[in-house]
């Protein structure tokens, strides 16, 4: 598991205020008839680095996509950055435009090219200069190392490539928090080891995270904090040390067996 | 035994020869492609035969082609005496009497220019539409205008005056192209102003007083639409312009020319026919769909109950109904839903027709374009926070028009052979209708393949060019690399 973080996380930039970034309270969500996220309580400070893993279906993503209101509540309250989420758009394109979202399987837009895809929404929504946004882009894209390929499109990039360009584009909003929903298993190991590291270094420079993944190896490096998931609920969340030594209940303990193999 | 084929050290490399004869070129694709086996043998022959067969037959009959003569008797006889009496031919002199009038319909010969500029001027309105910012295709299209231009205007007699003018005017695009080519789309915008004003005449306050009215809709919208949102600006923009348009500009109108008097002479629906009639049809109805079904497309795929229903509505009503019943119920319904006493012109109301007519279809096309793009890009579009219209002009309208290229141009090339279909109501056109005035005459009575064929051969080269140029715009539009 954690041959893929090679290197020292430094962690004196990432502190956590007592600020709140997300705020949660009483949440419920339904599919229909059928119930998938269960009362879900979760305050998420700013500067946290938050993993949240468990099993297939047991609703991680759809916690996330609720926090950009990619999916719609029905019972519950979601503050974000002081922004209650609401069928306002007024509201939901305010979050959304400050809260950026990483995807298992990039979602890149294949008809620009990549500095296209980072400088798009700024132009757009931030009505920054097209010139000012340019260089933004370049920026980020040399952060993710990936500076050279500004002028292709996606489809001529590797997995790991064109995931580093999708967390360049959302950087490129200057989002205050990120998520990522399994950023990294729809890749090969190899460049599953890039985009953690990109993930590591946003990391080290504060930024809140929260981060579905089974890379429990990033979890152990960089998070402050697990939440472990189960059939919609949260069932366990503990700092990861705490998390993985000492797991409570008996569906983490079952959870960890499995996934940490033998 | 074992060991000496275990191990091996190639000594002597092997230089690259030519495949056998056999596999090579045109050999080979015979044998692959002809007679691969005993049932393609068998049905390659059959085709060689009936091909001969076909050939054999009419090639006597476009042989012995006669283009000099003053009747189809005269041409016959032309014929009979070189050929013998039992030869057939074609009898081209027919074209070469009245291609005119397969042409233009019954629109004064004094003033073909008008058409022709129109023509003209309709691929350089269309150039940065087609071509974006190309430069080199840009001024290609250009050279290519200005030399149909003066050579047709100097075939057809015009004055050195007039022809100077408009090169002038030619010369002044290529130097727009040169200096700044995305400027030449605000020639695109006046052009429907232009070519109407051209092809019909009259007042040229009318089709200037017409713009003005979507520049009413453009202020109501840009003013509007921060505080109602797209839609609500959009329409109340619509019904500003609609009030301009039939309330308003016709008064204006009058006055300014009393001031004024600028125009041209004026023209009757009736004397358009022929290619001139079938492509105002064509282009109007083409480039008026097209946005028309994007609106329908997303329409239909709206949350809105109200919108996707009038949608739905519209689509199903359209694709259920024939085109020609549609055409033949026009004048009636149209009457009944415009104000009394507007005298509504009848290649107007058959443009409106096929327009919304075509709309459905390129509304289905797109629409099944929308739903072949992954979840995930409205998703990413969504969460950087573009809103909707944003995300649709950006994201996901330029994916799935490209991938509904194929069917926007058949639906497309459709349409244009369709437009022979207003016939039907009188116009015109020129496969049915002008061949019909033709042996109505007595000179040319009895007269039948060639007619068809030269009204065929003219759209065969404009539907194959609309297609070469799809594919190129297909080819063009390839990123995605797969
Ligand atoms: N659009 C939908 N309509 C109905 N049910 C859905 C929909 N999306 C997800 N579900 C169901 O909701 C549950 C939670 O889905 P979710 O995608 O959040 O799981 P997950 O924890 O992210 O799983 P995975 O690890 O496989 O990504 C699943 O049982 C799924 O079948
Ligand atoms: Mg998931």
Request: hydrophobic fraction near 50%; proline fraction near 5%; include cysteine.
């Amino acid at each position: 598991m954690s041959e893929a973080i090679a290197r020292k996380v430094d962690t004196s930039h990432m502190k956590i205020s007592d600020e709140v970034a997300i705020q949660i309270t009483g949440m419920n969500k339904w599919y229909g008839a059928f119930h998938v996220l269960r009362d879900i309580n979760m305050t998420v400070l700013k500067g946290e680095r938050i993993v949240i893993c468990g099993p297939s279906g047991s609703g991680k993503s759809t916690l996330i996509r609720c926090v950009n209101r990619l999916e719609e509540h029905q019972q519950g309250q979601i503050v974000v950055d002081g922004t209650e989420l609401t069928s306002d758009l007024k509201n939901i394109d305010k979050v959304r435009s400050e809260v950026g979202m990483v995807f298992q399987h990039f979602n890149l837009f294949p008809h620009l090219t990549i500095l296209e895809n980072c400088t798009l929404a700024p132009i757009w929504v931030r009505k920054v200069p097209k010139k000012e946004a340019e260089e933004t882009a370049m920026h980020f894209l040399s952060k993710v190392k990936i500076p050279e390929q500004a002028h292709k499109y996606p489809g001529q990039l590797s997995g790991g490539q064109q995931q580093r360009v999708a967390i360049a584009r959302s950087l490129c909003m200057k989002p205050r928090i990120m998520l990522f929903d399994e950023p990294t298993s729809a890749l090969d190991p190899e460049m599953i080891k890039e985009v953690l590291d990109t993930m590591i270094q946003l990391a080290e420079e504060g930024m809140t995270m929260i981060c579905v993944t089974h890379e429990m190896g990033f979890a152990q490096a960089v998070a402050n904090r697990v939440i472990f998931m189960d059939q919609g609920q949260i069932v366990e969340q503990n700092a990861p040390k705490e998390f993985f030594n000492n797991p409570q209940s008996d569906r983490t303990k079952l959870f960890l067996s499995q996934i940490l193999g033998h | 035994m074992a060991n000496t084929e275990a191990s091996f050290v190639r000594t002597e490399m092997v230089a690259p020869q030519e495949p056998p004869l056999s596999e090579r070129g045109v050999v080979k694709w015979v044998r692959e492609n002809l007679f691969s086996g005993p049932l393609n043998t068998i049905l390659t022959v059959l085709a060689l035969v009936s091909l001969f067969y076909l050939v054999k037959l009419s090639l006597p009959w476009w042989l012995h082609g006669v283009w000099k003569a003053n009747s189809l008797g005269e041409c016959r006889q032309i014929i009979a005496d070189a050929y013998g009496p039992d030869a057939t031919g074609a009898c081209w002199a027919m074209i070469r009497e009245r291609w005119h009038q397969f042409i233009f319909g019954f629109y004064p010969p004094e003033m073909y220019w008008r058409p022709i500029l129109s023509f003209g001027l309709l691929f350089v309105a269309l150039a940065p539409a087609l071509f974006f910012g190309d430069r080199r295709n840009n001024l290609v299209i250009l050279a290519g205008v200005a030399l149909f231009l003066l050579l047709s205007l100097w075939a057809l007699d015009n004055d050195l005056l007039h022809i100077a003018l408009i090169m002038m005017m030619m010369a002044g695009f290529v130097a727009l192209v040169l200096i700044a080519p995305r400027k030449l789309l605000w020639f695109t915008l006046i052009y429907p102003a232009l070519a109407q004003f051209l092809l019909w005449g009259g007042s040229v306050w009318g089709p200037v007083l017409t713009m003005l009215g979507l520049a009413v809709l453009a202020v109501v919208y840009v003013v509007l639409q921060p505080r109602f949102g797209v839609v609500m600006a959009s329409a109340m923009g619509f019904v500003a312009a609609c009030v301009w348009w039939l309330a308003l500009q016709s008064s204006v109108s009058t006055a300014l020319y009393t001031l004024m008097p600028i125009g041209l002479e004026a023209l009757d629906s009736d004397q358009f026919g022929g290619f001139l009639l079938a492509f105002v049809i064509g282009v109007s109805s083409i480039s008026a769909a097209l946005p028309i079904g994007i609106l329908l497309a997303l329409g239909r795929r709206s949350d809105m109950l109200l919108i996707k229903t009038l949608s739905v509505t519209i689509i199903e009503f359209v694709r259920g109904v024939p085109l020609i019943t549609m055409l033949f119920t026009a004048s009636l319904l149209l009457q009944y839903f415009l104000p009394p006493r507007t005298n509504f012109d009848l290649i107007l109301r058959v443009v409106i027709l096929v327009t919304v007519f075509s709309a459905a279809y390129i509304a289905e096309v797109i629409r099944g374009g929308l739903a072949a793009l992954p979840r995930g890009q409205f998703e990413a579009a969504d969460a950087l926070g573009l809103d909707y219209w944003q995300a649709q002009r950006l994201i996901t309208m330029p994916q799935a028009l490209k991938i509904s290229i194929p069917g926007i141009v058949t639906t497309f090339i459709g349409l244009f052979k369709d437009t022979t279909l207003v016939t039907f109501v009188g116009l015109a056109e020129p496969l049915r209708g002008i061949t019909s005035i033709v042996r109505a005459d007595i000179d040319w009575k009895g007269i039948y393949w060639e007619p068809y064929i030269f009204v065929g051969a003219i759209f065969f080269l404009c539907c194959f060019s609309i297609s070469r140029y799809s594919m190129y715009l297909e080819h063009k539009l390839k990123t995605d690399h797969r």
